[in-house]
């Protein structure tokens, strides 16, 4: 089984305008819901693929009651600790003129400190049957920057393993408690390194670098150029041909469900490459936060190109 967690999820809400002009009135013409968030898209993206999992996190108000009615729908397991809170929504313009696509994500609801100690009891006792722990995405306010770190350190301990996918001070804490896996996006590893990532050598040592760092597996994802992972030993880059982009929102968390699947089943590098990027591009064939389709991942698998660069 594969535990995630969503200590922020959102109600994702997919806005259609034809043509959207800054300043001025725009009217849109459609609206989908989606249960959002990142460890709930691993979670559906993990599900779509056949494995056992189950979602946690936080969750409250109409919203969060939205999201949890949207995940029964879908068929999925999942335990989230109420907050008194509201959860966020998520707006994703999605102009049909220039297929070009904006996102406001919201800072999320505030943490009572009880909430979180509930949080860390309910995330315990649900994850006991689970030898991976998936934790994914942004923090919302009242929780310590510290929070990865200590989830991690806890799993460790209790044998399991981990995949980190966060930005920022989240995701330099959470590194020293030596996640098995992290996914930060080209810009997400400038940030934490500080510097730019132009060339593929320039990303070759900076995914070097994010290992020493505490990473068992570093894997940068570079959008349509695919991605590149790093063990320590080698570096595999891994790409797919040109495919028809409609919405890239939850990309990035069907390439981390693919690892989480592989780093459950014992793949090697390469294989959990192939896995994450057919995945990743099955994910922006479909509309809104639809993610991958299994039959297009099936499609996708033998077409993904596999190039050892270490
Ligand atoms: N425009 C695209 N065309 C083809 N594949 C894409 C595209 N955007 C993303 N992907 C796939 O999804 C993966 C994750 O996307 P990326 O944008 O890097 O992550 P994130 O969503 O975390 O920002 C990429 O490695 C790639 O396999
Ligand atoms: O927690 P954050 O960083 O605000 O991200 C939340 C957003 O990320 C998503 O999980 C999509 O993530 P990716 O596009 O990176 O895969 C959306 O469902 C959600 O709106």
């Excluded at 894997?219 to 595999?236: E, F, N, R, T």
């Excluded at 490459?273 to 057919?278: N, Q």
Aim: glycine share 10%; net charge positive; hydrophobic share 40%.
């Amino acid at each position: 089984m594969i535990a995630t967690v969503t200590l922020n999820p959102c109600l994702d809400k997919h806005i259609d305008v034809h043509g959207l002009v800054l300043y001025e009135t725009n009217r849109w013409h459609r609206m989908s819901k989606y249960a959002g968030g990142k460890g709930i898209d691993v979670s559906r993206a993990v599900y779509e693929m056949g494995f056992d999992t189950i979602a946690c996190g936080l969750l409250g108000g109409e919203e969060g009651r939205e999201i949890e009615t949207l995940l029964t729908e879908q068929g999925l397991k999942y335990h989230f600790t109420p907050i008194s809170q509201p959860t966020r929504s998520c707006f994703i313009i999605y102009d049909t003129k220039t297929h070009r696509q904006t996102n406001l994500n919201a800072p999320g609801p505030r943490i009572a400190p009880p909430e979180l100690k509930m949080f860390y009891e309910d995330l315990l006792r649900e994850s006991a049957a689970s030898s991976l722990i998936v934790m994914s995405g942004s923090v919302p306010p009242g929780v310590p920057s510290s929070v990865y770190f200590t989830l991690i350190s806890h799993a460790r301990k209790l044998g399991k393993q981990t995949i980190l996918d966060t930005a920022g001070k989240y995701l330099r804490e959470g590194l020293k408690a030596k996640p098995c896996l992290v996914k930060p996006n080209i810009r997400e590893a400038e940030e934490l390194l500080g510097r730019k990532l132009e060339t593929e050598a320039e990303i070759i040592l900076a995914a070097k670098e994010i290992v020493r760092m505490g990473a068992g597996i570093e894997v940068i994802s570079m959008g349509k150029k695919g991605l590149i992972a790093c063990d320590g030993k080698q570096v595999i880059k891994a790409s797919s041909a040109y495919v028809r982009v409609k919405s890239t929102v939850g990309a990035g968390d069907s390439t981390v469900a693919g690892f989480a699947i592989s780093l459950r089943r014992g793949d090697s590098l390469e294989e959990a490459c192939r896995l994450g990027v057919a995945m990743g591009t099955a994910a922006v064939m479909t509309p809104g936060t639809e993610l991958c389709h299994r039959e297009d991942v099936q499609y996708w698998l033998p077409r993904i190109k596999i190039r050892r660069l270490a």
